[in-house]
């Protein structure tokens, strides 16, 4: 069972343009949201994270907006740039425990 | 501060053989997870060590285990390898209690042949 739904696939935006990724989550003991960045042969980097009690969170390009009541958050990446090209993952967890992931977006940021 | 490490970054093994990684957690770090990344997926938890004691389990069978040590360091072997088995394989350490922010190393590469 798929507990968290990713999408786009992939995605392939113009340098400078906004990148929006989507996640809807089952389960709702889930209590905290982060998104993780991973390049090619490396492992997965912590970009932004996100607890259910608030709706938005943003740090520098990158904001996470929640919808605690459809059960879903997103990623938006502002001014998207060629080195953002790169595959993000979406995941949950109840408190720190196992997290959760959904199944990747591949980005592509054309210059 | 030191960040998580891994060991060996990539290895091959022959179906049937038996294997273990080692990970080394960031420094003030008591909670070790490792992760299985197959291609083109997102990882999926194998289990967790907090303390020295397993803290969680995900849908792997028993041929997966597992150690933490004092210094918080951990290790995963995998028995009788499948070649399912062929995987990244992540460490993730993080700080435990009201902390929840978990950070990976660059992983290990397994091969099964």
């Known amino acids: 069972q798929q507990q968290v739904k990713q999408s786009p696939q992939s995605l392939i935006v113009q340098k400078g343009g906004i990148s929006i990724i989507n996640c809807a989550y089952e389960n709702t003991a889930f209590d905290y949201f982060p998104w993780y960045q991973q390049f090619p042969g490396k492992g997965p980097a912590l970009l932004i994270a996100i607890r259910p009690d608030v709706s938005e969170k943003k740090e520098g390009r990158f904001t996470i907006s929640f919808n605690k009541s459809a059960k879903q958050f997103s990623l938006h990446i502002m001014d998207s740039q060629p080195g953002d090209s790169a595959t993000y993952f979406c995941a949950a967890s109840e408190y720190g425990n196992k997290l959760v992931f959904g199944a990747g977006t591949i980005l592509r940021v054309k210059s | 501060e030191t960040g998580v490490t891994q060991s060996p970054t990539h290895l091959i093994k022959t179906r049937g053989q038996q294997v273990t990684l080692r990970c080394s957690s960031q420094?003030?770090?008591?909670?070790v997870s490792w992760y299985q990344q197959a291609l083109g997926q997102g990882p999926q938890f194998i289990f967790q060590?907090?303390?020295?004691?397993?803290?969680g389990r995900g849908n792997f069978p028993p041929r997966f285990s597992g150690l933490q040590f004092p210094n918080y360091s951990s290790e995963l072997n995998v028995n009788a390898l499948e070649l399912d088995d062929s995987a990244l394989y992540l460490c993730?350490?993080?700080?435990?209690?009201?902390?929840?922010?978990?950070?990976f190393g660059p992983g290990t590469r397994l091969t099964v042949t």
């Open positions: 420094s003030g770090h008591n909670t």
């Open positions: 060590y907090y303390r020295e004691e397993e803290n």
């Open positions: 993730a350490s993080s700080f435990g209690g009201s902390r929840l922010e978990q950070y």
